[in-house]
């Protein structure tokens, strides 16, 4: 089992910054496929980055291309998610996933999440 507890959002104009991160405890977490995944009011969930355990793989979602860029510190079990010039349209619950498995963009390959942090940008 790997526990999840995601931090670091909250309300910003547009244009800012913002790093959330992700702390994992539990099984091995470091060995574990890791990634943000958001979801909108009223819609479903989205991709976001993707990295796998070792970090040197990312996979990035074209909508935060450039704006957003995800990292891990194994060391500290911590998964981050830096994002600027934010948007309206970024505004979301913003979750982080992990697996063993190899590193994926789909929301079924993940087995663990967390509870989520919302990210509100004013326009």
């Known amino acids: 089992q790997v526990q999840l507890v995601e931090s670091g959002g909250g309300l910003l104009q547009a244009g800012g910054s913002l790093r959330l991160s992700c702390a994992a405890s539990?099984?091995?977490?470091?060995?574990?496929?890791m990634a943000w995944f958001r979801q909108a009011p009223g819609k479903e969930h989205e991709f976001v980055e993707a990295i796998s355990w070792f970090g040197s793989d990312t996979y990035y979602a074209d909508s935060v291309k450039g704006r957003f860029t995800i990292s891990r510190d194994n060391a500290k079990n911590t998964l981050y998610l830096q994002m600027n010039s934010l948007k309206p349209e970024d505004t979301a619950v913003y979750y982080c996933a992990a697996t063993p498995g190899g590193i994926s963009i789909r929301r079924r390959s993940y087995d663990y999440w967390g509870q989520g942090t919302q990210v509100t940008v004013s326009s």
């Open positions: 539990g099984r091995t977490p470091n060995r574990y496929s």
